[in-house]
């Protein structure tokens, strides 16, 4: 299973449709945003995905309770966990905020605005960056591979 990871879009909604037609074209199973989308207008462009998205809400976003509506709860305001594959995910904009007795295979999250994808003992973790490239001038997303836990960062 292949899984899109985005977060820290903050509204640039041209980016948001690049990071959908990249995803599109790797034709990915899944799409799960770490947080940062900051308005509901923002989640538009995910519609035009070929695969549903789930994800978590960021530090920053402003309208909470209409991310939520407009997300049709595939947003969770803190911590989404999921099993896929055979594999326990946790997304969570802000790493910290993570139960840390829980294992988990896969962790994704954002906040920091740079890429990272290290592993430790069983658990990959994941951050693809800020796809919204205000902070860096860099728009980066992420794709994994859950088969064999195996993670890449992508210039958009």
Known sequence: ???????DTHDNIPKIKKAVAFFNKEKVDLVLHAGDYIAPFSLSPLEKLNCPYQGTLGNNDGEKEG?????KN????VVLE???AGKKIAVSHDRDKLNA????DLVIFGHSHHPEITKSKHTLFVNPGECGGWLTGKSTVAIVELSDLSAKICLL
């Open 1 to 7: 299973m292949k899984i899109g990871v985005l977060s």
């Open 67 to 71: 991310l939520l509506v407009k997300s």
């Open 74 to 77: 595939r947003i969770k305001p």
């Open 82 to 84: 999921l099993n896929l």
């Open 101 to 104: 007795r829980k294992k988990y």
